[in-house]
């Protein structure tokens, strides 16, 4: 049997030391009546034969398109060397580091990862990571909960609604109130955002780029928020923040993000890394792992799992979260990522991101009938263009050509039917974008 | 060893992408912008690939190390599946693309291993349905706690407690709590629960019981029928904590035996790595009764053998993940439970439970076993004996790290003073049992004639023991923080 090494022999000198007659007989307490009704699964198959039946299953999958889909999940370039590196079994075969002589390579990599993004985002601490961005902005919001004691969320229609759903499955059950005030035009309502933070309020969300594409500054509604006594919290998008104003210098109190764009695969949403940093002053409420550094009898620097008191395995129904995975190995590919590319590499995929979208954006309003949503407010790496049909008729049109246009709003904004949400990032060439305009003004 | 910060030189090159011809400022306000640099590190691909090979060096995993983990199943991870997983046709998909229109044509691979591990798993634990969205086990206890509660609240009767045996993990009690339930802790008699204590706290207010079967000390529940009935009495839900699955594959199905829901981890039962924490996977399977109130998407299956995403359930609790899990892990517990088979999948849990045996009986006369009978897939042994000599289940967990070992899980469970608790999987040959006995020996000779020799230990590695409540006090967790 694959995997496992036990000759005939071999079990049957094992079953003497144990002082039984037959496996079975060390299954005797489960009685008969719980034993399966059925266990109809089919017979093993060869290495070779199950690697062919899932490349024929791969095969099936559209992936060799020319794709314009971000909203929020991002194919950036992946250094060879991180595949290398993150193939070692030293990490990958490894368990969580509660042996921390054993585990330093994991720990210190933890370290340095939570160095890296608190740099990125101007925050001065980080976790170890949790399951991805939308169960990381589910944690910031639960910190501000118990931080402020309070029951009120205020969140901006323009944070990506794919983490705004996830966050109402897990309030509903809180007696939480979640109130969400409309965007402007792809921007966030400042004014209507700012009104609604009152002494109840425990946390105010928005999101920057916002899911439109749209780049704003929330210093002023975060200066609001502090003097109302909320936590200001914001997701952000670890490539372009090279280039943005940091959530830090904006005065947010945490900062989180969809770590995936740091070098993992989009690998159908899936496993991803949930960002996690904020101000010292919230650490204790921050869920999850943390390592920090130490020393041992001799002198010797070391690292740790810190801060433990905060978790289940010590604090069960009182910790902070029940969580107790940190994806470890996704913030580790993050740091390997950041290392090789370096600050500046990082800001030249920021940057040319940046320059494509805005060739992208160019190129589609050279065309008569197409418009942006907001052409006032500033966009990064996404935007969002307007068609005088439904933009779902363009994509469809447009698979046909071999190509991903973008993501239909129509799907979490009635009444943008009509928009769509185009990315750009350093993979896409010019005669990638120029082909979809044609492609684009042939469907009109 | 320097951290990658302090190797930086500014201006070395890594791996670049071409010089933009542009600049963020010809786009973007200048107020919008970074105002200064984020210090990240600047190092050649060498430097990178050096500093990250070496810090794999100062890490055990299962591939160098015996990791003899109680309650975690630290078995092999076959090399194979990690390929699977990276195939471009897998890993290039966009998780946005079912939504878009005709996307469900863009991804039908994706939604049939769906489809087929879900049907699978059903199979294998013998429940009605599953959902492969929650990313770890802990995630799947708060799915399958959120779905009691929406059972309970639609029968027009929403309760308020969940129970759990003091054996329990942390995070049983850690997910009911947050899924807004009292935790009501019930102690265990012999070792496993007993019914009378589970009687006296099950009143109306019971949404649900938690147990992990074979429970965290390794034994067996005897008394699953009758609190099976108890729970059915007061409709509680019964809740099946799935990390100890890899004892009863082929064996005990779970859903035959009456439990409503139950969490599998694929990370340790099927497979896949433990990645030093995380990625996991925790899928929830549900009786027929908790069906409707399954997380969306769902994938569904039409009579054409078409597959697709679909969300229209009313009584659904929503969304606990923004896609669909883990796809990545879930592609490469699939092709683990293809490779085995149904015949596979049962020898791996003769073959648990076989090694557990072995080694308990092999060293029950040096350490303590405080449940001494036939066993499951682990055992709890303590260090209580060794306790006067000044040797503690610590001290003996790191002498195992200066002999190679990876230490076995200790302190826990919290009923068993001392516990050092030992799984050694199916996937350990009966050399490296023997040699593991052999070194346990010894260490265990060792904490009779010279104690200081077991309590000075890590020796070998390259740190000795670390001080945590100066790192807890100091709170240095950056490099630009304590």
């Known amino acids: 049997m694959p995997y496992i090494p036990h000759t005939p022999d071999e079990v049957r000198e094992m079953l003497d030391v144990i002082g039984v007659a037959s496996i079975e007989e060390l299954f005797a307490e489960i009685p008969d009546s719980l034993r399966p009704k059925s266990f109809a699964i089919p017979h093993g198959l060869t290495e070779m034969e199950v690697r062919r039946r899932l490349e024929r299953l791969a095969a099936k999958n559209r992936t060799d398109m020319s794709s314009f889909l971000g909203g929020g999940f991002y194919d950036h370039y992946?250094?060879?060397?991180?595949?290398?590196?993150?193939?070692?079994?030293?990490?990958?075969?490894?368990?969580?580091?509660?042996?921390?002589?054993?585990?330093?390579?994991?720990?210190?990599?933890?370290?340095?990862?939570?160095?890296?993004?608190?740099?990125?985002?101007?925050?001065?601490c980080s976790n170890a990571g949790v399951y991805d961005g939308g169960t990381a902005l589910y944690e910031a919001v639960m910190m501000a909960v118990r931080h402020t004691r309070r029951k009120k969320v205020v969140v901006s229609e323009a944070v990506s609604p794919i983490y705004r759903i996830v966050l109402a499955t897990y309030t509903k059950n809180l007696r939480l109130t979640l109130v969400t005030v409309p965007h402007a035009a792809g921007g966030d309502d400042m004014a209507a955002l700012t009104q609604a933070i009152d002494a109840e309020t425990a946390a105010v969300v928005v999101q920057n780029p916002n899911f439109f594409g749209t780049i704003q500054d929330f210093t002023s509604l975060f200066s609001t928020a502090r003097d109302k006594g909320a936590v200001s919290i914001i997701a952000g998008y670890p490539v372009l923040q090279t280039v943005l104003k940091t959530p830090g210098a904006m005065g947010a109190d945490i900062a989180t993000a969809e770590g995936q764009s740091l070098g993992l695969p989009l690998s159908f949403g899936g496993p991803y890394l949930g960002i996690m940093t904020c101000r010292k002053a919230l650490v204790r409420q921050m869920p999850g792992r943390i390592a920090g550094r130490t020393k041992d009898a001799s002198g010797r620097t070391g690292y740790v799992l810190t801060l433990q008191a905060r978790e289940q395995h010590i604090r069960r129904q009182k910790a902070t979260s029940n969580i107790c995975s940190n994806q470890a190995l996704c913030a580790l590919r993050a740091l390997v990522n950041l290392c090789l590319t370096g600050e500046e590499g990082l800001t030249r995929q920021a940057a040319l991101s940046i320059e494509n979208t805005h060739y992208a954006a160019m190129r589609l309003c050279c065309i008569p009938e197409i418009t942006l949503l907001n052409r006032d407010l500033p966009f990064g790496n996404e935007f969002t263009a307007v068609f005088p049909i439904n933009a779902k008729k363009i994509v469809r049109a447009l698979v046909d050509e071999g190509i991903v246009a973008g993501f239909p709003l129509g799907r979490y904004y009635p009444g943008l039917e009509n928009a769509l949400l185009v990315c750009c990032t350093e993979k896409h060439g010019r005669d990638e974008i120029d082909r979809l305009a044609r492609k684009v003004e042939k469907a009109l | 060893m320097s951290t990658v910060f302090a190797k930086s030189v500014p201006g070395r090159e890594g791996v670049w992408p071409e010089?933009?011809?542009?600049?963020?400022?010809?786009?973007?306000?200048?107020?919008?912008?970074?105002?200064?640099?984020?210090?990240?590190?600047?190092?050649?691909?060498?430097?990178?690939?050096?500093?990250?090979?070496?810090?794999?060096?100062?890490?055990?995993?299962?591939?160098?190390?015996?990791?003899?983990?109680?309650?975690?199943?630290?078995?092999?991870?076959?090399?194979?599946?990690?390929?699977?997983?990276?195939?471009?046709?897998?890993?290039?998909?966009?998780?946005?693309?079912?939504?878009?229109p005709g996307g469900g044509d863009m991804v039908p691979g994706a939604l049939e291993v769906m489809y087929e591990t879900e049907q699978l798993l059903c199979e294998i634990t013998g429940m009605s349905a599953f959902t492969l969205h929650p990313m770890a086990g802990a995630h799947g206890e708060l799915t399958g706690a959120l779905m009691m509660a929406a059972y309970h609240a639609d029968k027009g009767h929403a309760k308020t407690k969940i129970v759990c045996p003091d054996s329990a993990h942390g995070t049983n009690p850690a997910s009911a709590a947050i899924a807004g339930y009292e935790v009501v802790s019930i102690a265990s008699k012999d070792g496993i629960i007993d019914p009378e204590a589970l009687a006296a706290v099950l009143d109306d207010q019971v949404a649900g019981v938690m147990m992990t079967v074979p429970n965290t000390l390794g034994l067996f529940e005897r008394h699953l029928p009758r609190i099976v009935e108890l729970c059915r009495a007061a409709d509680a839900l019964l809740y099946y904590d799935g990390a100890n699955l890899n004892a009863i594959l082929g064996k005990l199905r779970v859903g035959d035996a009456g439990f409503d829901v139950v969490h599998l981890n694929l990370h340790k039962t099927f497979g896949t790595p433990h990645g030093g924490g995380g990625?996991?996977?925790?899928?929830?399977?549900?009786?027929?009764?908790?069906?409707?109130?399954?997380?969306?998407?769902?994938?569904?299956?039409?009579?054409?053998?078409?597959?697709?995403?679909?969300?229209?359930?009313?009584?659904?609790?929503?969304?606990?993940?923004?896609?669909?899990?883990?796809?990545?892990?879930?592609?490469?517990?699939?092709?683990?439970?293809?490779?085995?088979?149904?015949?596979?999948?049962?020898?791996v849990s003769e073959n648990a439970v076989l090694a557990a045996n072995y080694l308990r009986k092999r060293l029950d006369d040096l350490l303590e076993v405080p449940y001494n009978r036939i066993c499951m897939h682990e055992f709890v042994s303590s260090a209580e004996r060794q306790g006067k000599?000044?040797?503690?289940?610590?001290?003996?967990?790191?002498?195992?790290?200066?002999?190679?070992?990876?230490?076995?899980?200790?302190?826990?469970?919290?009923?068993?003073?001392?516990?050092?608790?030992?799984?050694?999987?199916?996937?350990?040959?009966?050399?490296?049992?023997?040699?593991?006995?052999?070194?346990?020996?010894?260490?265990?000779a060792l904490a009779e004639t010279n104690p200081a020799a077991i309590t000075a230990a890590p020796v070998t590695l390259p740190v000795g023991r670390l001080d945590e409540t100066h790192a807890a006090r100091a709170m240095e967790i950056t490099d630009d923080l304590g």
């Open chain 2, 279 to 347: 990625p996991g996977s925790g899928p929830v399977g549900v009786s027929e009764r908790l069906i409707p109130y399954l997380p969306v998407s769902r994938v569904a299956k039409d009579e054409a053998g078409r597959f697709s995403l679909r969300y229209d359930y009313p009584k659904s609790i929503g969304y606990v993940a923004p896609f669909y899990g883990n796809f990545g892990v879930m592609l490469k517990a699939y092709a683990y439970i293809l490779r085995l088979g149904g015949e596979g999948l049962t020898r």
């Open chain 1, 78 to 124: 992946v250094p060879s060397a991180a595949d290398m590196l993150l193939a070692r079994g030293e990490f990958y075969t490894a368990y969580t580091p509660y042996q921390p002589e054993a585990s330093q390579g994991t720990l210190q990599a933890i370290f340095e990862y939570q160095t890296a993004v608190s740099r990125l985002f101007e925050m001065d």
């Open chain 2, 389 to 444: 000599n000044g040797v503690h289940a610590l001290d003996i967990a790191k002498a195992l790290l200066d002999r190679g070992y990876h230490a076995p899980t200790i302190y826990f469970p919290l009923i068993v003073k001392e516990a050092i608790m030992i799984e050694p999987t199916e996937t350990e040959s009966k050399d490296t049992l023997d040699g593991f006995v052999t070194d346990l020996r010894e260490i265990l």
């Open chain 2, 19 to 100: 010089k933009p011809r542009t600049e963020p400022v010809d786009f973007i306000p200048e107020g919008l912008l970074r105002a200064r640099g984020a210090n990240l590190p600047s190092l050649s691909e060498l430097d990178v690939v050096r500093h990250f090979t070496r810090l794999s060096s100062k890490n055990y995993g299962v591939d160098s190390n015996f990791y003899p983990l109680g309650s975690c199943t630290m078995k092999y991870n076959p090399k194979f599946t990690e390929e699977v997983a990276a195939l471009p046709g897998f890993a290039r998909l966009h998780p946005l693309a079912p939504q878009l």
